[in-house]
């Protein structure tokens, strides 16, 4: 539904700013003050905005009508079995379309000073290659009034795009800004070439809302999602420009690359929309970066040991770079088994932790004390060198890195009440 429908359904938590806020670093800087709480901008520079609407695991699964604790095996359930979509003919964001655009005079911010302009940040982008459908999240860097540089990773969307140009093609592609958390976990969401995304959005709504996720056609062929605020519809072409400096997920400025060009050629959006903002390293870009991959990291380390409780990308690791897992050991060795599990499925994360299962991980101080009280160096510590690890990782020498386990399970065979913590 759309993000107003949304601010007020959990109104209690948001902060409205009704004053001018200027899209160049003020509209940061509040959002900084408030990392949890979505942050409501009435004038963003002449614009409505907002962020920070999706910053905790509670109101993601609040809006599925689910617990955060239920939350991991309804996004598992989604991605190993998809559902369909539903085409409908007509939606909000198309009252409303233009060929004259502009995105100078837009929403966009600039988020941090050394940020080398403004930035798109919270768009799912849509895309089709020969039968083949991609969502994906990429961050775009305005350069003028209908172009823009975009970061996209060696994944999918990088592969349609290399398909294209090496066809002689432009790349039609579609970018949605103001989702429902469905879509956005789905485009954070990493499966096999070939799968489409918004199937899993959709197997995850008709499980948790009774529902499939609406669709509707656009201009250029594609099909997006419906509740989209905004709607850009463009091509990739065979350009290339300078991308970045730009703050990513670990608070420190991303790289300099040379990346693909987007020409925007019709924008669409609601009346009254309200433009999403992400701000890279806080709470909600953590939601839909590091949340869906936790599925995969619970199905590898179900293959090495036999019953995992939870797993968790955590804030103070930016959400992919530590984790921690809980288990219910059913022999020795498993802790260090579901280590490597753990480390081989996602291979961006160089620290994870392994805790029994009346560990809480989504507390950290919870966490420590099984470390405290648990765990032992000289025969739970597990080191690897050498191994490819995350390129956002300011401390790896080109992607390459040490990684660290760290098994905080009870001893095979120690007595309960050594280990225990008393209750009542």
């Not at 100078?104 to 000073?113: H, T």
């Not at 966490?367 to 160096?377: D, G, H, I, L, N």
């Not at 905080?408 to 913590?421: H, I, V, Y």
């Amino acid at each position: 539904m759309a993000i107003g429908r949304w601010l007020e359904s959990f109104s209690e938590d948001v902060v409205v700013v009704r004053e001018h806020t200027s899209r160049e670093l003020e509209c940061t800087r509040i959002l900084l003050k408030h990392p949890r709480n979505p942050v409501h901008f009435a004038d963003l520079d002449g614009f409505e905005a907002v962020g920070n609407v999706w910053s905790t695991r509670d109101r993601v699964a609040a809006a599925l009508h689910t617990t955060k604790d239920e939350l991991l095996a309804k996004l598992m359930e989604a991605q190993g079995h998809p559902k369909d979509t539903r085409v409908v003919d007509r939606a909000d964001f198309m009252k409303n379309d233009s060929t004259d655009v502009d995105l100078r005079d837009s929403p966009v911010p600039k988020l941090y000073p050394k940020d080398a302009g403004r930035y798109i940040t919270a768009g799912v982008w849509v895309a089709e290659w020969q039968g083949v459908r991609n969502l994906s999240f990429h961050r775009i860097q305005i350069l003028d009034a209908n172009r823009g540089v975009c970061r996209i990773v060696p994944r999918h969307l990088r592969h349609m795009y290399t398909e294209a140009m090496n066809a002689g093609e432009e790349l039609k592609v579609a970018v949605c800004i103001g989702l429902d958390p469905w879509n956005l976990i789905a485009g954070g969401t990493s499966v096999e070439y070939g799968v489409d995304e918004s199937r899993i959005a959709s197997a995850l709504t008709e499980s948790c809302l009774g529902k499939p996720v609406d669709v509707v056609r656009i201009k250029n062929g594609l099909t997006v999602p419906a509740e989209a605020e905004y709607v850009l519809e463009g091509r990739l072409i065979n350009e290339r420009h300078a991308e970045g400096p730009f703050v990513d997920a670990v608070r420190t400025y991303d790289r300099v690359r040379e990346e693909p060009v987007l020409v925007v050629d019709r924008v669409y959006h609601r009346d009254d929309p309200i433009f999403h903002i992400i701000v890279g390293g806080l709470d909600e870009h953590f939601m839909f970066m590091g949340m869906p991959r936790e599925p995969v990291i619970y199905q590898a380390v179900s293959r090495a040991v036999p019953h995992v409780r939870a797993v968790r990308l955590t804030e103070g690791g930016c959400a992919w770079l530590h984790g921690i897992v809980s288990i219910r050991k059913q022999h020795a060795g498993d802790g260090k088994n579901a280590i490597m599990a753990a480390l081989g499925a996602h291979t961006s994360m160089k620290q994870v932790t392994i805790v029994d299962d009346d560990i809480d991980i989504f507390d950290d101080r919870d966490v420590e004390w099984a470390v405290a009280t648990r765990f032992q160096a000289d025969r739970g510590l597990v080191v690897l060198h050498g191994v490819r690890g995350s390129s956002i990782d300011p401390s790896a020498n080109d992607g390459i890195t040490a990684k660290l386990g760290i098994d905080a399970t009870r001893p095979w065979g120690a007595s309960p009440e050594m280990f225990d913590k008393a209750t009542l």
